[in-house]
């Protein structure tokens, strides 16, 4: 019970650089699983896997038997549960020191409900692990008056780019514990844009559109490797950095996306090297709606925690009598991400809601005037912390033929939330 006495919490030893690298390493391979997934999916596409990572960190210590090595598979983490709680929570402190030039926040935090009694040994894990203190809210007799407390904290967390990541009627009564995580970043580049002008961007070998247009000639690290190159943009901020994939072939984006991969990733870094490049990178933004990761999460080989009758979260709280058992309702994401001369803005959100480079050779070329991936990294660690495809910079600008001249925007169809299930079988 929550209020019998307690021995005192016991001292942890700092995480290793192993055990951070591992950390980064299996939130990078779950990245790929679910990028495998969205692929299908025409248009732009971003999401945070660092985010998604660490809302799978904060419930795995409360699963128990199955449900517990169901999450640990998907994470591909090595070691404990406990362990990876404490990794991720020293991983995120690392991320969001204050460095000149980063807006930068990423924390955690667990909403219980306040007439419930939980396992006094997880609320003193996570509270230890991410540094802040149990939120304590009535979801009970005012699941609405929660469900704004928690909106509210994502929002101040992100700088207000998600107000209402969970929708109306989206916790109840039923409701026992709320995990959230949330990220945000505003960096400057190391070398901004001074030139923006409106030029093509081929949407395909058939149609293109004008776009703006940034444009530099400066030394970046650069490689032109298996039918792409890549571009690594550093930040103001040290340890950040930004790396473009393009493909060769206007085309060429479904073939990179085939073999995209840890092991492959790695090869493609390892021929990074520093090179006068000529930049053309358009301004694009990307805000997707808030994603339901159930079924995504399922089909990586994660049903159990789903299961109202059978996940075993019985590390949160006893499942006696068997009414109080608890178990995964679902899983909500969302993210945004904005480039343009200046730097980059990017914010994301996850919830868990639970219920009942030699001497310098010619100057190269990076333009990306069709469809490419980007990745916003952690260096240090390795860890992805936003990663997605730019296929459209104006998807609200009509696209022409290639070489033809003007038209009118097509009507805007209405937006709808959507399960990550619809988003991945496309519109």
């Given at each position: 019970a ?6 005192p ?37 971003v ?26 598979r ?14 991720a ?42 540094g ?21 904290w ?7 780019r ?17 995990s ?89 870094l390892?021929?990074?090297?520093p090179r006068?490049v000529?930049?053309w990178?358009?301004?694009f933004?990307?805000?997707p ?17 789903f ?8 590390g ?7 009414e ?17 001369e200046?730097?980059?803005?990017a ?17 190269a ?30 998807p ?16 805007v ?15």
């Amino acid at each position: 019970a929550c209020q019998a006495p307690q021995p005192p919490r016991p001292q942890r030893p700092p995480p290793t650089g192993a055990e951070i690298e591992g950390l980064a390493k299996g939130s990078n391979a779950l990245a790929f699983d679910l990028y495998a997934g969205m692929r299908a999916r025409e248009g732009n596409i971003v999401f945070s896997p660092l985010s998604i990572s660490m809302g799978l960190v904060a419930l795995w210590p409360g699963a128990r038997g199955e449900t517990a090595a169901q999450i640990q598979r998907v994470l591909y983490a090595p070691g404990g549960a406990e362990r990876a709680a404490w990794v991720a929570g020293h991983l995120a402190r690392t991320i969001r020191e204050p460095r000149p030039g980063l807006t930068m926040s990423l924390a955690s935090r667990v909403f219980a409900e306040k007439t419930s009694q939980f396992e006094r040994a997880y609320l003193d894990l996570m509270e230890d692990a991410w540094g802040v203190p149990l939120g304590r809210v009535d979801f009970l007799h005012g699941a609405e008056k929660s469900r704004g407390q928690i909106n509210g904290w994502v929002a101040e967390m992100t700088q207000g780019r998600f107000r209402e990541i969970i929708p109306p009627g989206g916790i109840g009564g039923d409701t026992r514990l709320v995990s959230a995580n949330a990220i945000y970043f505003l960096g400057k580049w190391s070398l901004p844009f001074r030139k923006v002008h409106p030029a093509p961007f081929h949407l395909t070998r058939a149609a293109e559109k004008d776009v703006p247009m940034m444009h530099q000639v400066e030394h970046f690290r650069f490689a032109s490797v298996d039918g792409l190159k890549l571009l690594q943009m550093r930040y103001d901020a040290e340890g950040f950095d930004m790396t473009l994939l393009l493909p060769d072939e206007i085309d060429g984006l479904d073939g990179v996306e085939r073999r995209l991969s840890p092991e492959a990733l790695k090869g493609w870094l390892a021929q990074l090297g520093p090179r006068k490049v000529a930049v053309w990178l358009p301004r694009f933004e990307i805000r997707p709606q808030a994603l339901r990761l159930r079924d995504a999460l399922e089909a990586l080989g994660m049903p159990l925690a789903f299961d109202r009758n059978a996940a075993d979260f019985t590390g949160i709280a006893s499942a006696e009598p068997a009414e109080r058992r608890l178990y995964l309702g679902d899983m909500l994401h969302q993210a945004f991400v904005k480039v343009d001369e200046a730097g980059t803005e990017a914010a994301a959100a996850t919830v868990s809601i639970v219920a009942l480079l030699g001497s310098p050779p010619p100057m190269a070329e990076f333009r990306a005037d069709h469809p490419f991936l980007f990745l916003l990294r952690h260096a240090p660690s390795g860890a992805i912390l936003f990663m997605g495809r730019m296929s459209d910079p104006m998807p609200t600008v009509h696209a022409r033929p290639s070489g033809a001249v003007g038209s009118a925007p097509p009507p805007v169809p209405p937006l709808r939330p959507r399960s990550l299930l619809d988003y991945l079988r496309g519109p």
